[in-house]
């Protein structure tokens, strides 16, 4: 009997694509130069500097959302009680190796070596001594001292130099599976326009978390990456405290105008016009009487006291936040387009230099009645001599033997002595 066969269709979808595969040969490959790869690809002529740093802030982000994964509870507890089994272990060896450099820079050991050898082994003995032990300390006092070591910055670089295996690694893991949670804190804290970019707060925010990882204990109870934000907003707020304003700002004063600002929001949305100064200072006074560590005022009088400093307080503040303003500010007018720079004379006139006012009978009468040492540091702080030059608060504690502080303290006692003697002549 004959078998007849009847022609059917191709199996529909992926089966029917993997079929006919099989049957087509495979395409071969364009050869490729193995050194164009490690090339970078060419920049277009309108990518800028701004487009370029953009482009590295995505090749970061690519990098390491492809990096570590998140750390589960369990890997955080193990990795930690490997990190601190490995400081203990790198705190022993490095006391040995600071005993046997002690016992080679004394001469209590000499070993049969060449002598280049043994002079390289005196010039590391002594690079090491100078920087884990400069002072010197044995006992419990030098083991204190190397474990506080361990909490900063410089402990990665031991456990990388003395246990890159052990302890270096497990912080490297524990650091690269949180660098996504730097690049999210840091967002929160960058404002376009500014003059802090995004790139040096997630710089500043992996200072933190190096910081964060290496005092982390797991007996706290609390996970690694929640005890690891607050130390990369530390960092990030302080960074920004400190370099994100041409003119510094005390760190205190911008967490008051912090509060200041929250402050005068409310009271814009419940008034519905700008509030005073006043306004601001009985609100921000009635919201700090509501905290429970508030301490009120004994009397009626210190109350209003304590009132009268606010305000004040508030109008220095206003003045010490004003941005500056830059010299080639452009100020049209009709003729030509003329500099801010252009306006603000070249030297300022004489009677407002500092030494100008001597020549006046009260205020040499109330210099001459400071001390000697009070009138030296004003007139070499503040150049009243007219030498131009005027000498820093270190300098003059180096020539009288005394610390910065005391210096600063003793100027800013002669200054008050001074308007203290001309408060009726400037109230007049």
Same mark, same amino acid.
């Given at each position: 009997?004959?078998?007849?066969?009847?022609?059917?269709?191709?199996?529909?979808?992926?089966?029917?694509?993997?079929?006919?595969?099989?049957?087509?040969?495979?395409?071969?490959?364009?050869?490729?130069?193995?050194?164009?790869?490690?090339?970078?690809?060419?920049?277009?002529?309108?990518?800028?500097?701004?487009?370029?740093?953009?482009?590295? $802030?995505?090749?970061?982000?690519?990098?390491?959302?492809?990096?570590?994964?998140?750390?589960?509870?369990?890997?955080?507890?193990?990795?930690?009680?490997?990190?601190?089994?490995?400081?203990?272990?790198?705190?022993?060896?490095?006391?040995? $190796?600071?005993? +046997?450099?002690?016992?080679?820079?004394?001469?209590?050991?000499?070993?049969?070596?060449?002598?280049?050898?043994?002079?390289?082994?005196?010039?590391?003995?002594?690079?090491?001594?100078?920087?884990?032990?400069?002072?010197?300390?044995?006992?419990?006092?030098?083991?204190?001292?190397?474990?506080?070591?361990?909490?900063?910055?410089?402990?990665?670089?031991?456990?990388?130099?003395?246990?890159?295996?052990?302890?270096?690694?497990?912080?490297?893991?524990?650091?690269?599976?949180?660098?996504?949670?730097?690049?999210?804190?840091?967002?929160?804290?960058?404002?376009?326009?500014?003059?802090?970019?995004?790139?040096?707060?997630?710089?500043?925010?992996?200072?933190?978390?190096?910081?964060?990882?290496?005092?982390?204990?797991?007996?706290?109870?609390?996970?690694?990456?929640?005890?690891?934000?607050?130390?990369?907003?530390?960092?990030?707020?302080?960074?920004?405290?400190?370099?994100?304003?041409?003119?510094?700002?005390?760190?205190?004063?911008?967490?008051?105008?912090?509060?200041?600002?929250?402050?005068?929001?409310?009271?814009?949305?419940?008034?519905?016009?700008?509030?005073?100064?006043?306004?601001?200072?009985?609100?921000?006074?009635?919201?700090?009487?509501?905290?429970?560590?508030?301490?009120?005022?004994?009397?009626?009088?210190?109350?209003?006291?304590?009132?009268? +400093?606010?305000?004040?307080?508030?109008?220095?503040?206003?003045?010490?936040? +004003?941005?500056?303003?830059?010299?080639?500010?452009?100020?049209?007018?009709?003729?030509?387009?003329?500099?801010?720079?252009?306006?603000?004379?070249?030297?300022?006139?004489?009677?407002?230099?500092?030494?100008?006012?001597?020549?006046?009978?009260?205020?040499?009468?109330?210099?001459?009645?400071?001390?000697?040492?009070?009138?030296?540091? $004003?007139?070499?702080?503040?150049?009243?001599?007219?030498?131009?030059?005027?000498?820093?608060?270190?300098?003059?504690?180096?020539?009288?033997?005394?610390?910065?502080?005391?210096?600063?303290?003793? +100027?800013?006692?002669?200054?008050?002595?001074?308007?203290?003697?001309?408060?009726?002549?400037?109230?007049?």
């Amino acid at each position: 009997m004959t078998r007849i066969t009847l022609k059917t269709r191709p199996l529909p979808g992926r089966v029917a694509r993997a079929k006919r595969s099989k049957n087509v040969p495979a395409k071969a490959k364009k050869a490729t130069r193995p050194d164009r790869l490690l090339l970078p690809k060419k920049r277009k002529k309108s990518e800028g500097r701004a487009s370029r740093y953009k482009g590295d $802030l995505n090749s970061y982000f690519s990098d390491i959302a492809r990096g570590e994964r998140q750390l589960t509870p369990d890997e955080e507890l193990e990795l930690n009680k490997k990190l601190q089994d490995s400081v203990h272990a790198t705190t022993k060896r490095l006391i040995g $190796l600071l005993k +046997q450099d002690h016992a080679l820079l004394s001469g209590a050991t000499k070993p049969r070596l060449p002598k280049a050898k043994l002079e390289a082994l005196r010039v590391e003995a002594s690079r090491r001594m100078r920087r884990l032990n400069p002072e010197r300390l044995r006992g419990k006092a030098l083991q204190q001292q190397l474990l506080d070591r361990f909490f900063d910055l410089e402990g990665l670089d031991l456990l990388k130099t003395y246990d890159p295996k052990g302890g270096g690694a497990v912080v490297e893991r524990m650091i690269k599976a949180n660098l996504l949670l730097v690049v999210s804190v840091a967002r929160k804290y960058y404002r376009p326009g500014t003059s802090t970019p995004l790139g040096e707060l997630i710089q500043e925010g992996n200072i933190g978390l190096i910081k964060g990882v290496m005092r982390y204990d797991y007996r706290r109870g609390n996970r690694l990456s929640t005890y690891v934000t607050w130390w990369i907003r530390h960092a990030i707020s302080r960074f920004i405290a400190d370099k994100g304003r041409e003119i510094r700002v005390p760190v205190h004063m911008i967490e008051l105008i912090q509060k200041i600002g929250k402050v005068r929001a409310k009271a814009t949305a419940k008034l519905g016009r700008t509030p005073t100064i006043e306004e601001v200072a009985d609100q921000y006074l009635a919201n700090k009487r509501s905290e429970s560590r508030y301490k009120p005022p004994a009397t009626l009088e210190a109350t209003a006291r304590q009132r009268v +400093q606010m305000i004040e307080r508030l109008h220095k503040m206003s003045v010490q936040t +004003q941005l500056p303003v830059s010299l080639h500010t452009i100020i049209r007018s009709d003729s030509d387009d003329t500099e801010l720079g252009d306006l603000v004379p070249a030297e300022g006139p004489e009677e407002l230099k500092p030494w100008s006012g001597l020549e006046d009978g009260h205020l040499q009468k109330a210099f001459q009645n400071l001390r000697p040492i009070e009138q030296e540091i $004003l007139s070499q702080r503040f150049d009243l001599a007219n030498s131009d030059s005027e000498i820093t608060l270190r300098e003059l504690g180096e020539k009288y033997n005394l610390s910065r502080e005391r210096i600063r303290q003793l +100027q800013t006692q002669a200054l008050r002595k001074l308007k203290k003697e001309l408060a009726p002549l400037i109230a007049v």
